[in-house]
């Protein structure tokens, strides 16, 4: 089965800084789906940005943006120019077909 | 707007007493998922459906059930409650393949 590993339970950084959120999944498959969610307490799961396993390019949305190491199966987030509002619980997410898979998440907490 | 619907945002029932939570879409997306997210972990699929057809993940317990009577619905009943079922339930829907889900505000469960 897939499974998707966030290592850090929690982070912090000071506003307008740049924080990364690791996330590293096993399969054995080529071809997949990859995404950051973000869930604020007691608010809506939202998405962040995905990633195409056949793509090369790191997938970017505004401050965020991706390091897709595929080979590694990796797939951190690096949030730039933090902001109070990015303050939340982040999830890494695989799917395949209907095969969808979170990780434990990390809760970031953005100081001022 | 609201895109994905659930209701009520908070349910308590009683232990063992039937309970079903409601999912409606806009959005006239074909597949629809059900997951349950306890306190501080990740959201684990219980059941989805694409199209009519119902898909159970293998480890959703028996206690759960679901119903799609049509595009837009999707319900989730729970047959007898029990303390561990306390829990976030969070729907989502999706259209193509390649597209991400989007989820609801999700309804939170507790059992007395």
């Known amino acids: 089965a897939q499974t998707v590993t966030q290592s850090q339970p929690e982070m912090s950084v000071q506003e307008a800084e740049t924080v990364t959120l690791s996330c590293t999944y096993d399969?054995?498959?080529?071809?997949?789906?990859l995404f950051w969610y973000k869930q604020p307490p007691s608010r809506q799961m939202i998405l962040v940005i995905r990633?195409?396993?056949?793509?090369?390019q790191n997938a970017t949305e505004n401050r965020f943006s991706v390091n897709f190491q595929k080979a590694a199966k990796s797939f951190s987030l690096k949030i730039s120019d933090s902001q109070l509002g990015d303050a939340a619980m982040y999830f890494c997410?695989?799917?395949?077909?209907?095969?969808?898979?979170f990780g434990a998440g990390t809760r970031l907490t953005v100081k001022p | 707007d609201a895109m994905v619907i659930q209701n009520p945002r908070y349910q308590v029932t009683q232990f063992g007493k039937p309970v079903t939570l409601s999912c409606s879409q806009t959005?006239?997306?074909?597949?629809m998922y059900w997951y349950q997210q306890k306190s501080s972990q990740a959201p684990k699929l219980l059941f989805h459906?694409?199209?009519?057809?119902?898909?159970n993940e293998a480890d959703t317990p028996d206690n759960f059930q679901s119903r799609r009577p049509n595009t837009s619905f999707c319900f989730l009943d729970i047959r007898s409650p029990g303390l561990g079922d306390a829990a976030m339930y969070l729907c989502?829907?999706?259209?193509?393949?390649?597209?991400?889900?989007?989820f609801g505000d999700g309804t939170r469960l507790s059992i007395l």
């Open positions: 959005l006239n997306h074909n597949v």
């Open positions: 997410a695989y799917r395949r077909g209907e095969d969808m898979r």
């Open positions: 399969t054995s498959e080529s071809d997949y789906y």
């Open positions: 990633q195409e396993a056949y793509k090369q």
């Open positions: 459906y694409y199209d009519k057809d119902f898909n």
């Open positions: 989502a829907t999706r259209s193509q393949p390649n597209q991400p889900q989007h």
